[in-house]
């Protein structure tokens, strides 16, 4: 049976480290499972660190503004992901699994504690929720039929983002789409290139590559 899991990204808003913790999530429990306990996957960014913390939480039935309170039911540890850029793919159900069952040395928590979401809310995180979501569009909106040669040239590409950004220890690098996608350029090998994220950051929306 596939274990179903609950993702939780804080970027540096509190740490979870103990049975009793409570934080907050965009996403609400699905239905039928309000009272569900559920193993959860709980990712700390800060800068360039990067914490997992594995434990069990159940939605408190508690919602802050538009999101929702969790509590941690059962605390398991936090391990260090210093180094593995693979984070930002939480939703690949196989990513969540071997995060899950990941070898790593617990760190040692003495002393950290977790705020209470009413300390740390961040109301107009959504903003960049619904950035994701409309890119995710055009991605699917502009990707024209594809080849197998282009298949392969779009998964080198992203591959050599990951190999950089593991060698670097932090997303260090981007694909970047040479057309934006919100200028109506197409999800195709030719008009990707693996860019720093300073660049990309740099360039925007603009159509110039900065890289010409």
Known sequence: MELKFRVIQSNDRGLITKQGDRTYARRGPAKGEEA????????????KDRYLSRCWTQWTGERLGDDFIYVVSRFRDVIDLHGDTRYHQWCSKQLRSELWTLERAALDLAGVSCPPPEDVYEADRHKSA??????????????????PEDKELIEHAYGQRDRLN???????????????????????P?????????????????VRSPIE
């Open 190 to 206: 030719a008009n990707l290139q693996v860019i720093s994220a300073r660049d990309n950051v740099r360039k925007g929306a603009k």
């Open 36 to 47: 569900l306990e559920l193993p959860t996957l709980f990712i700390w960014v800060s800068g």
């Open 166 to 188: 593991e060698e670097a220890g932090f997303i260090e690098y981007h694909v970047d789409h040479i057309i934006p996608l919100a200028k109506g350029g197409a999800h195709h």
């Open 130 to 147: 619904i950035y994701l979501q409309r890119r995710k569009q055009r991605l699917r909106e502009q990707t024209p039929e594809l080849s």
